[in-house]
Each structure stands twice: as structure tokens, then as C-alpha cells.
């Protein structure tokens, strides 16, 4: 087995650990979630199939869905957001394209890349979550509230675990 297949795998079961017991039950100003976990979509490497995506999103969806007892709810946000990973990818894409077995990370394309990659996604995925737990549109400014409040305490993370990684950053 290849050795970075054996690190996703392993660090699959670290990103629902962390979520579970360290960001479950931290919540700021209750508006505030921070879905640690989207990481690991986010971060695979970018010649990651979507069909991979969406499987890996679902099965680790299920199981933050388990903790959460959210019945599908976030399996169903990291679908999509597995989905429309490459997509968005495909759109923001350098011009010299990406290095063969890139991650999109802030080590190898910058902060001001990664943010351009990550907010859009997070947010995305949060309105969605909240909107879809809320059932519809009956509490849109609630569901917004929560929203920005919980994009800004996940990408603080997010950024934060990026610039704590051990490997190369870019000046």
C-alpha cells in the first residue's frame, strides 16, 4: 500500500476524533461552530477524483452524522462540497496550472490562493448545513448569522493548522 494512501486513511480517523471530542462542544457566542472536519476534503490532493471526493465526504459525513445525531445532514453538506471541490479547482486554477501531485494547501500556493480556494467552499458548505437543518428559508437571517460566524471561527482554524504544518511554507 502506498505510504500517502496510508496517511489519508489514518489522518480520516484523526479529522473525526478531533471533531468529535475537541470542536463539539465549542461554540462561540452560540453562533459559532467551528466543522473542523471539511479539512479533510479540502486538503486531498488536487488530482483527487470526484467520485473519491464524494465517497470519502459521504463516509465521513456518516460518521460526524453518528456523533452529531443529525440523521444525514452532514454526510449530505460534505457530498456537495465534494462534488463541487474540482470544480472550483478547475475555476481558480494558476496560470502555470498545478504542480503533478499538488495538495491545495497554503504551504505550496500562498494565503491569499488558499483563501480564495477555502472561503467559498466553507461558506458554502455552512449555509447549506444550517439552512438545510433549519428547514428552508423560515429563519434565512438566523441561519446567516450562524453561517458567518461559523466561517469565520472554521477558517481561523483552518489557517491557523496551516501555518502550524511541518512542511515547506511559501514566502
Not at 502506498?2 to 452560540?30: A, D, E, G, H, T
Not at 483527487?48 to 456523533?67: A, C, E, P, Q
Request: proline share 3%.
Amino acid at each position: 500500500m502506498n505510504r500517502s494512501i496510508l496517511i489519508q486513511f489514518f489522518s480520516f480517523f484523526v479529522y473525526i476524533l478531533v471533531q468529535v471530542v475537541l470542536f463539539k462542544n465549542l461554540v462561540l457566542f452560540n453562533t459559532g461552530f467551528c466543522f473542523f472536519y471539511i479539512a479533510f476534503i479540502l486538503l486531498l490532493p488536487i488530482e483527487t477524483n470526484s467520485l473519491v471526493l464524494m465517497l470519502l465526504g459521504f463516509t465521513m459525513g456518516f460518521f460526524i452524522d453518528i456523533f452529531y445525531n443529525s440523521l444525514g445532514l452532514h454526510a449530505f453538506t460534505l457530498v456537495l462540497i465534494g462534488y463541487i471541490r474540482n470544480y472550483w479547482l478547475a475555476v481558480i486554477t494558476p496560470q502555470g496550472g498545478y504542480d503533478a501531485g499538488a495538495s491545495p494547501s497554503m504551504a505550496e500556493h500562498g494565503l491569499q490562493w488558499f483563501l480564495v480556494y477555502t472561503v467559498p467552499l466553507v461558506f458554502l458548505h455552512h449555509l447549506t448545513l444550517f439552512l438545510v437543518e433549519s428547514a428552508g428559508f423560515s429563519l434565512f437571517w438566523y441561519s446567516m448569522l450562524k453561517t458567518i460566524g461559523s466561517l469565520l471561527f472554521t477558517l481561523t482554524i483552518l489557517v491557523v493548522l496551516q501555518y502550524l504544518s511541518p512542511r515547506r511554507r511559501r514566502i
